[in-house]
């Protein structure tokens, strides 16, 4: 077994944590109030440091505005409920798979004012709860979409009734995972809302397929072969 001296022995020389003292960058007010190791009584809020970067005046000058976040956000935005003036109905925007990174989405979605209504596209799906630590959304509606019938027609006619009964004006469909992109196509298609269409849902999905459409359409592209097994791989 390799031990420890053996490996000093040949000549590794590991590196040592040494304490280090922060340096004063020129231009720089001398200010330590807000720093972790400063325990004096008058230490600087990180809010006001924050607050009077440069970063916060540029955006203070485009007429944004502070949310509870530290982030900033639109004037213009709503951060109550959006009203469509048409049928006095809140607005919503749906999101297909809305996990991993998906759940930020949807996040960003409520916090913008509208409704957030998720759709699963897998029944039972092993992934549904891939959901970063920390992200918390309350979805005001959740449809389940069958995929498992033998009738994918009459599944995806369910679904689109399902969201048609909804006491919310759909504004916007779009998919929060990979493998909601098929179903979020077909709905927002049917609905008639923005959309990348059904025709091409597949090389959206489909690596080679994707690579192949980039070439069919006259950019240079990977140099790639589709293969199904290992001769195929050394031909």
């Not at 440091?49 to 502070?66: A, D, F, I």
């Not at 990979?178 to 959309?195: H, I, N, P």
Request: aromatic residues 6%.
């Amino acid at each position: 077994m390799l031990k420890e001296e053996d490996i000093v022995n040949e000549g590794f020389k590991p590196l040592k944590k040494t304490a280090t003292e922060p340096v004063q960058l020129q231009g720089k007010p001398s200010s330590s109030r807000g720093l972790s190791f400063f325990k004096g009584e008058d230490r600087e809020n990180s809010q006001s440091l924050w607050q009077e970067s440069q970063w916060s005046k540029l955006e203070k000058s485009r007429g944004k505005l502070y949310d509870r976040s530290n982030s900033f956000f639109e004037v213009g935005r709503s951060r109550t409920n959006t009203i469509d003036v048409n049928s006095g109905k809140p607005q919503a925007v749906v999101v297909v798979d809305p996990f991993s990174t998906g759940a930020h989405l949807a996040s960003e979605i409520v916090k913008l004012g509208f409704k957030c209504v998720r759709v699963l596209s897998i029944w039972d799906s092993p992934v549904a709860a891939l959901v970063q630590e920390g992200v918390v959304v309350e979805f005001d509606a959740t449809i389940q979409h069958n995929d498992t019938v033998n009738d994918k027609e009459q599944a995806l006619e369910q679904t689109i009734q399902s969201l048609k009964s909804l006491p919310f004006t759909i504004i916007a469909l779009i998919p929060g995972a990979e493998t909601g992109v098929e179903l979020a196509d077909q709905l927002s298609s049917r609905l008639g809302l923005r959309s990348n269409g059904e025709q091409s849902s597949l090389p959206r999905r489909n690596k080679y397929l994707m690579g192949e459409k980039v070439r069919a359409s006259g950019v240079r592209a990977v140099k790639q072969r589709q293969c199904t097994s290992l001769s195929d791989v050394r031909e």
